[in-house]
């Protein structure tokens, strides 16, 4: 009878850390997720102040392009701190598939890549995650 109820607790007790386990996993997977959601929310937040003709693969007027260049700079900052993320491991790999090919599909538009152009020229070296990940051109090009 010991030896069965011996063998009862060793199954109740691994089911136990098994359960365990797979709650924590549940929880990381649950941060991870949630801390994803606030990164997209603030890409929506900023996106949202950026201009319309920008968005849309437009070029901008020189005055359109003045107005709204502390929007360019803070949706870089953003798009480094987005690749910093990734390289350390902190996103899942289908997110930052997801927001890589939007970060390289914005940097194909003209008012994004004069922007970045001039942004990676003037801050002297900062955003090198972002600049690993698509180094700027001359605005001309």
């Known amino acids: 009878m010991f030896q069965i109820l011996s063998a009862f607790?060793?199954?109740?007790?691994?089911?136990?850390?098994?359960?365990?386990a797979w709650q924590l996993w549940l929880v990381h997977k649950q941060s991870v997720t949630s801390f994803e959601d606030s990164i997209t929310k603030e890409y929506r937040e900023l996106a949202a102040k950026l201009p319309t003709?920008?968005?849309?693969?437009e070029t901008l007027t020189d005055e359109e392009y003045a107005e709204c260049f502390d929007e360019f700079y803070?949706?870089?900052?953003?798009?480094?701190?987005?690749?910093?993320l990734h390289k350390n491991g902190r996103i899942s790999k289908a997110t930052w598939q997801f927001w890589n090919d939007g970060i390289a599909f914005n940097l194909r538009r003209p008012a994004f890549r004069r922007a970045w152009s001039e942004v990676?020229?003037?801050?002297?070296?900062?955003?090198?995650e972002l600049r690993t990940l698509s180094p700027p051109l001359d605005h001309d090009q």
């Open 120 to 128: 990676a020229k003037r801050s002297d070296g900062d955003f090198s």
């Open 9 to 20: 607790t060793s199954i109740a007790t691994t089911l136990g850390v098994a359960v365990a």
């Open 53 to 57: 003709k920008a968005l849309l693969g």
């Open 74 to 84: 803070r949706y870089f900052d953003l798009c480094n701190e987005q690749a910093f």
